[in-house]
């Protein structure tokens, strides 16, 4: 969950530093930094107004990554109700109660740009591959700490809590699949090209070209992904708005750059910094607690909710 300046100027009146201090803070213009593109990036293309719900994805990921079928919900179907310990991919159904348009959404990773959870990651056990791009995660580097399940602003990274060696899930782009000169399980099933994979470059052209060739379908005309939060690898078109179906609105600006931001104001402007690095520390666990919890009510709200 992103933090407001609205929130954090609150947190800090409130733990006893002066207003002043975050005006002089807050009186920053909002400056996107260009983030590199790797060289040979690639990624997924996801058109939700072509879905058909039929979660052939879904069972083709949990093949592809040699995972049980998540059949916890009613014992029977594979039918997941969200990224989870044995899911990397998920199909949800988002139904507004007025019986305005309906949209499915497929949620996976999105491989940013510049990922918050290999940001936060301590050992850099989630790093981002130098030339794919993909955010990968490396068993024998991770501690289990589980920072990156609340740095990342997606919500996707789950963690393993039984087990004696758990371990994060999250959607990998089929690495191993994609080094044999496979397609990832989810774009080789779907059966109406709903989610394709190929080089972002390809991706994106292909994303504009199919706005152009229907203006007005498509939310805003835009493809998200192609500059939110930095910019990310797994891209998607749709025709409800983005927020709806759990994309939230980042702004160009990545989340560890934003970050990374604030932190530099409040060293210049501090000669004691450790007291609001403090504060700031205090804002974000409280922010993080809540991270699921609202995630969850935002999706009641919204009518997005598990397709089953
Ligand atoms: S979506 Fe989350 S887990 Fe995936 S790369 Fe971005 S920050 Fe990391
Ligand atoms: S690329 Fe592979 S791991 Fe990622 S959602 Fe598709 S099938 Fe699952
Ligand atoms: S396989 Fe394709 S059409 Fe079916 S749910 Fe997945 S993305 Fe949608």
Not at 12 to 41: F, N
Not at 190 to 218: D, M, N
Not at 285 to 290: D, F, M, Q, V, W
Request: net charge positive; hydrophobic share 35%.
């Amino acid at each position: 969950m992103a933090i407001t300046r609205r929130e954090l100027f609150v947190s800090i009146g409130k733990a006893g530093i002066p207003a002043a201090v975050a005006l002089t803070v807050g009186a920053e213009t909002l400056q996107a930094e260009t983030i590199p593109i790797p060289s040979a990036a690639v990624g997924l293309l996801y058109d939700a107004s072509i879905c058909i719900g039929c979660k052939a994805c879904v069972a083709a990921c949990a093949e592809a990554n040699d995972t049980p079928p998540d059949t916890r919900g009613d014992q029977l179907h594979q039918a997941p109700s969200d990224l989870n310990d044995l899911t990397r991919n998920v199909i949800k159904l988002y139904k507004p109660e007025d019986g305005s348009a309906f949209s499915y959404v497929k949620r996976q990773c999105m491989h940013c740009l510049d990922p918050a959870c290999a940001a936060g990651c301590p050992f850099q056990a989630l790093h981002k591959d130098p030339e794919s791009g993909i955010v990968k995660w490396d068993s024998d580097k991770c501690i289990g700490c589980r920072y990156c399940t609340i740095t990342c602003p997606y919500h996707v990274p789950r963690f393993q809590w039984m087990g004696f060696n758990p371990r994060v899930t999250k959607c990998e782009l089929c690495s191993p699949r994609l080094e044999k000169g496979l397609q990832p399980g989810c774009t080789s099933v779907c059966p109406t090209g709903a989610v394709i994979f190929g080089p972002r470059t390809v991706l994106l052209s292909e994303a504009h070209s199919r706005i152009k060739k229907e203006p007005g379908r498509y939310y805003q005309g835009r493809v998200y992904g192609e500059k939110d939060n930095g910019g990310t690898q797994s891209l998607y078109l749709s025709r409800v708005a983005f927020e709806k179906l759990g994309l939230p609105e980042l702004g160009p600006e990545s989340v560890p750059a934003r970050t990374l931001r604030w932190q530099r104001r409040l060293y210049q402007y501090f000669a004691l910094p450790a007291v609001l690095y403090v504060s700031l520390v205090q804002v974000i666990r409280k922010s993080l607690k809540g991270h699921e919890q609202e995630a969850h009510e935002h999706e009641k709200e919204t009518g997005l909710r598990a397709q089953l």
